[in-house]
């Protein structure tokens, strides 16, 4: 089954409009705003026989720290939403040159978390469970009213289906996000893959 994994990706965190020519700050407060909340393919999966209906859900997490914008992110299958295919959290912030950095993290024991934003299960997430995933953080740049970026090269290392490493491509605007995720082996010969970006489109600011 070809889905998207990375992504990825809180209800809004400032009052901001979610424009990209804010300060360096409010860049990384708007990007995560924008990945924030509930959002579904429903309409692309309707007319694309080649892609699954998913649900993507994102929540703030870890409120205290100073470090960026934390998130959860849970993907699953809409019929099946408490049992999803993927959780990670993104620490979004400011980069170099006016880009914006959303860092992978995969969380141990992560079915402690299924659904955590019912019942307050997401406030007993800690830093210390949380591990990097190195070399597949989203770089981000302002193109309009969007951002969009990807991972870099051949650094996000794969295993699945015979990969060698993974890539993410993402554009991200306050309607909803595009995030087109594909395997390639060692020769970078692709392996796995769908054949364009899943389109999921915000349904609400909080699941």
Known sequence: MRLLTGLALIACLTACSGAPTAGAADRAAAVAAMLAGKFDNVGQAGTD???????LTV????????????LYVEQAMTLTPDKPYG?????VHEGADGE??????????????VNGWQGGKLAQLQHDALRPLAGCTFHLRAEGDAWRGSTEGKACESKRGGAAYATTEVT?????????????????????????????IKRAEKP
């Open 49 to 55: 026989v080649d892609q699954r209906t998913v649900q």
């Open 100 to 113: 914006v950095l959303a860092e992978l993290f995969s969380i141990e024991k992560p079915h402690r978390f």
């Open 59 to 70: 929540v703030p997490v870890l409120a205290g720290r100073d470090d960026g914008h934390w």
């Open 172 to 200: 991200i605007d306050a309607k909803g996000l595009r995030a087109w995720e594909r395997g390639f082996d060692a020769s970078g010969k692709e392996v796995w893959g769908a054949k364009g970006p899943y389109e999921f």
């Open 87 to 91: 959780q990670r959290v993104y620490r």
